[in-house]
């Protein structure tokens, strides 16, 4: 299974992005997803993550109603829409699948999912 993440770049605060995650595999439907975020220094964090069928859906604090996650499973895609960007929210961003996820589940640990895109980077300027 291989991850391939898209759709970041430079923009300024107050902008939007969607990120996209397309997943090599025929069962993409068996995985729970989400997107993590990493700055130098720092570990990496939780941003949002949707359930295998897109039902449930969760999302850091700091999000704030910013961003909204979803997916297509018939593209075999997860999607990072992100509004209002703020400087802060400037990282690495990484989608994960957790292939042992059950069908409702959402999971903010990284140490669940197994499999990882490469990451994109997001720049916001003030």
């Known amino acids: 299974v291989q991850l391939q993440a898209s759709g970041g770049g430079l923009v300024q605060a107050g902008s939007s992005l969607r990120l996209s995650c397309a997943a090599s595999?025929?069962?993409?439907?068996?995985?729970?997803m989400g997107w993590f975020r990493q700055t130098p220094g720092k570990e990496r964090e939780f941003v949002a993550a949707i359930s295998r069928n897109g039902g449930f859906k969760d999302y850091a604090d700091f999000v704030s109603g910013r961003f909204t996650i979803s997916r297509d499973n018939a593209k075999n895609t997860v999607y990072l829409q992100m509004n209002s960007l703020k400087p802060e929210d400037t990282a690495v961003y990484y989608c994960a699948g957790n292939v042992n996820a059950i069908l409702s589940g959402v999971y903010h640990s990284a140490r669940v999912y197994e499999v990882w895109g490469q990451g994109t980077l997001v720049t916001v300027s003030s």
């Open positions: 595999v025929r069962t993409f439907s068996r995985y729970g």
